[in-house]
Structures are given as structure tokens and as C-alpha cells.
């Protein structure tokens, strides 16, 4: 089967650029190439470059993986993006990645790209762990390995905010102006997170770069939406089959997509209303709806899909107990919030368990329950903290902990940046408290948390009720 290249005919049911991909020329730089990225500005970007053509294309770059960069070449950066639902499956080849970067074998490409001054935007999604974020200062980790490698050797960076600070450090010699910065990982307030660690990281090499980022950046929040289970072979067979054409980066997801912008950028940008992007002046309630409501629950059912054995998020939902459990965890996380102006939360969360319910979305709890220490704080533990604070009971926030902390004990070999901690707390967990040796984590629990006997009690009680059944 020949691969899909720019010069693939493709079949007319499926959607391809509608504008001159041939004369798309690069404005942002995306730093994280993966599923989500694909599957979400990347399409955003396509239609936006489809209602108003501009130099807006993408320069897609992975920080480690080489392989995905390598495969984006061989198919002139174009891949499929295929909506499922139990309506049909619709097929996208999406235009607006113009080219495929690797920070293992091009860097130096990379940050001449960031310096110059046809870059406008530069775009994250590298998942919660690779900021080296540390949630007790809000500050920069100086212990996370790329943090460290950066703050010693910052011409020469490999993480995220060295890259970001690099990139503005050659713009500010040059008299350029800064490009914004816009985050779209599933952290609260997520770019004044990353113009903190940026400021920082660029205050220990220059003040003066650093005064300059905080006076003139533009590091606008964003919350994005979009369930991407991760590519696997069926993924690519659905689609060559579609195609007709060999497709390596293929990826299968939900119709639903939503984001939501601060309209601060610098330089312009894409026109991303044009794919229904939401601007804003405060994205705040709408990033705590999201986490609170969809990451969440996601990672109950991830948790609980993991304990019951249960491969994929619709398979806990076909559980009427479960589902209900997922339901009573949603409504109360929603009295944690304030009013989402434009948005009726009820109608929000019916369509949530749709989407959690989707037949033919194949989205794993495994891969949810990955990274529990990174997500559970602004998904569980800050509603939980606000909660006790209201006077209600933070019951079904206390279950999820113990979800969570009952997979630790029983996965040796979880997938979390903590591991060898979580691993220790797992071994030194005793019968009396349970739970203590992970409310003993440094910087994890909120100290509102790990100070209240009575909720700690309830996460034991939970746990107890895990191990009987
Ligand atoms: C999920 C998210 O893996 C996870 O932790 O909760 O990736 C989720 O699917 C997306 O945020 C949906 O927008």
C-alpha cells in the first residue's frame, strides 16, 4: 500500500485542505507532536487556514521522539484524523502541519526557527510532567532533570521552558519582538503557569530578559477538548482503508472539540473561530469546569477500570453501578464551580456521559491512570480543598483518592514520573493508616488535606471498602 503523500488522490468522502497547502508558509511552532496536538489546533489550524489563508502553518516539533518526525517527513506532514461516533466515521487529512522537527536531532533548526521573526505563536502540549512545575511554590522544580539541564546549560536546552527561554533570548538580542506563548496542557491557569517558570528559568541567566518577558510576553490560558485515545494498529488499518493510501500517523478520536482562548496574542493570529475556538477574557472557569468535570471523572474511571479490570473508559460506563458512581462524582464536582458564563453545565455533563459512553471511541483507563501524581491536584484535591471549606463532606473526592491510591499498592511498575516514591509509600503502607505514606508526599496533598483527620479517615474507609471487594 503506497503511503499518503501530498500527491495521494484521496477519495471524495474524504475532507483535505481546502487552500493553496503548497504556498503555506510557517507561523507557529508547536512544541509536543503528539495525538492531542494532531487532533486538536492542528485541525483548529486547518480550518482557520480554510476561512482565512495566512502564513500560519505549523512547524510540528517532537522534544524526544524521532520517529513520528521521521514519519511526518515521509508523508509531506499531512495524516488523518478519523471522527468516530456511533453516527459513522468521518476522515480528515489535516494540511496545516507544514513541516516535522526533532529536538534530539535538530535543535539548532528549532531555535533558529523560534528566533525568527515569521514566528508568531509558539503552542504547547507536552503533557502535565514536562514543565517541572512544582505545585507547593509555583515555581520552577529545580530538581526535574530537564529543569536542571536547562538552568545549567540554557543554550543548549532540552525542556519545554529552556526551549521557550532560549527562543526568547535570541528574539530580545535580536530587538524582535517576543512570540506568545500558548499553552494547551490540561493545567489550571495554565499560562500564567508557564509565563512563571519562563520568567524564572530567564531570570537566573539575564534580569534583564527577564524583565523583558514580563513587560512585553503574551502568554495567554487556553482550554482544550478533545478525547484521543492513543493510535494503535486498528487505528491505522481504519484509516488506510479510508484512504486507500498508507497512513503511519493516523489518529482516531471524538466528533467533540472545544477551545477556549484569551485573545491576547502579539503578533495576530489564525483565525481558529473558524473551527468554533471560543475567545475570551478569563478562561478560569472554564479550565476549572473542564478539569474538575471531565478530568475527573476520567480519572475515577480510570482508576476504578483499573482495579475492575476493565480495558476502556465505555466499558466502566457500561456499568450501571459504575456510571453512577462517574454521575455522582460529576454533580458534585460541579457544586465546586462558579457560574461558566455562556455554558449551562447541565446539559455540559449530559454530554460528557455521552461522549464517556461512546461505542466506538477505544479510549484506555491505563492510559488515564498514567501520571495520577501530576493530575489528581487540580482534579480531585483543589475541589476536595474547597469543598471541606464549604462544609460539604468531599466524599466522592476521597473515593477517587483511594482509587488512586489502591492502583499504586497494586502496580509495582505504574507509569508515573514519582514512581519510586509512590513505590515506597506503596511498601510502607501499614493497615493502620493506609493512606498516610502518600499524604506524607512532599508537595502532593494540599495542607488542607493532609491536616484533616476526619477526610483522611474517610479516604481509609474507602480504601478498606477497595480491599474487601
Ligand atoms: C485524560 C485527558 O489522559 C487523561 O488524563 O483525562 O487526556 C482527556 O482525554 C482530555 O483532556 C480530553 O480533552
Redesign the pocket.
Known sequence: MPRLTASTPLPADVTTPAYDRASLKPGIVHLGLGA?HRAHQAVYTDAALEREFGDWGIVGVSLRSVDIVHDLRAQDGLYTVVARSAAGDSARVVGSVVKGLSGTEDRDEILSLMADPATKIVTITVTEKAYGYDPGSGGLDRKHPSVAGDLANPTAPVGVVGYIVEGLSRRHAAGLAPFTVLCCD?LPTNGRIVRRLVIEMAGARDPALANWIAAQGAFPCSM?????PAATEETRERAEKLLGAADKLALDTEPFLQWVIEDHFISGRPKWEAGGALFVDDVEPYEKMKLRL??GT??LMAYLGQLKRLEYIRDVMAVPEYRALAQQHMDAAARTLDPVPGIDLKAYMAELMERFENPTVA?KTK??A?DGSQ?LPQRIFAGAVEDLAAGRDAGTSAFVTALWIAYAKRTPDIDDPRREELRTAAAKSADSDPSATFFDLPGLFPQALTENSAWRARVNAELEKLNAG
Open positions: 492531542f490540561n482544550v477538548d478533545r478525547i484521543v471531565l478530568n476520567h480519572s479510549h492510559q488515564i498514567m493530575k
